[in-house]
């Protein structure tokens, strides 16, 4: 595969609590520079840089994050404010208490709001598979499948795991025609980006892709 297919499936991350406006402008340079598929920052970032890339890039950015047990109404609210502030694409955390209580009508009825909110912008559904079992992830892929949502997304980056190969398989396995796989989290690596998108992530959320290609060009 080549790289330049690579970077056109990569939404280019920088979430860390820390991160500065500085950091966040040059992630959007070597996003608009690679061609990356996005950008993904903080909520507090979206207006500053979809002021800055003027429609250069898509912005993405987070809600319920990275926990997901924010109410549904703070989801809401929180995926309106983003896309009122320039983001393209949304990606939403479930609550991971009710996947482990199967309440997975109270989940789809949830991503529904929020896609709503979106306002017609993408929205990303991530389900923390680190925390679930194979089982778990089975039945919220196919809660997933259902509702409105255009992807399911492995991770956070921000709990006990990453995107795994076993995670993506069961993924492509169960979901419906339609929606779409994004892995990410701990993808530090061109053989297993690749190897994502071979299993059928459409979509790497990943900081270490473009710093690979960067590093190599020097």
């Not at 340079?29 to 840089?49: H, M, N, R």
């Not at 069961?170 to 990410?184: C, D, N, Q, V």
Request: a negative charge; charged letters at 30%.
């Amino acid at each position: 595969m080549e790289v330049k297919e690579i970077l056109s499936k990569v939404d280019h991350t920088l979430l860390k609590p820390e991160a500065t406006w500085e950091q966040i402008k040059e992630l959007c340079d070597d996003g608009i520079k690679y061609e990356t598929a996005s950008v993904c920052i903080p909520p507090g970032f979206v207006k500053q840089a979809a002021r800055y890339v003027e429609g250069r890039l898509p912005i993405c950015t987070v809600i319920g994050f990275p926990n997901g047990y924010n109410t549904t109404q703070i989801k809401c609210a929180e995926a309106e404010g983003a896309v009122n502030d320039g983001a393209a694409e949304i990606d939403m955390v479930i609550n991971i208490g009710w996947a482990k209580e199967k309440r997975w009508e109270d989940i789809l009825e949830e991503i529904n709001k929020v896609k709503a909110a979106c306002h017609g912008k993408l929205l990303k559904v991530i389900v923390e598979t680190c925390l679930l079992t194979e089982e778990e992830i089975v039945e919220v892929t196919k809660v997933v499948s259902r509702s409105d949502a255009e992807y399911i997304k492995t991770s956070t980056g921000f709990s006990t795991g990453g995107a795994t190969f076993r995670a993506v398989e069961l993924f492509a396995e169960h979901i419906s025609e339609g929606t779409k796989i994004k892995a990410a989290g701990g993808i530090s690596s061109m053989e297993d980006a690749e190897k994502f998108v071979a299993l059928g992530a459409d979509r790497l959320g990943t900081s270490r892709i473009v710093k690979i290609v960067k590093e190599s060009e020097r």
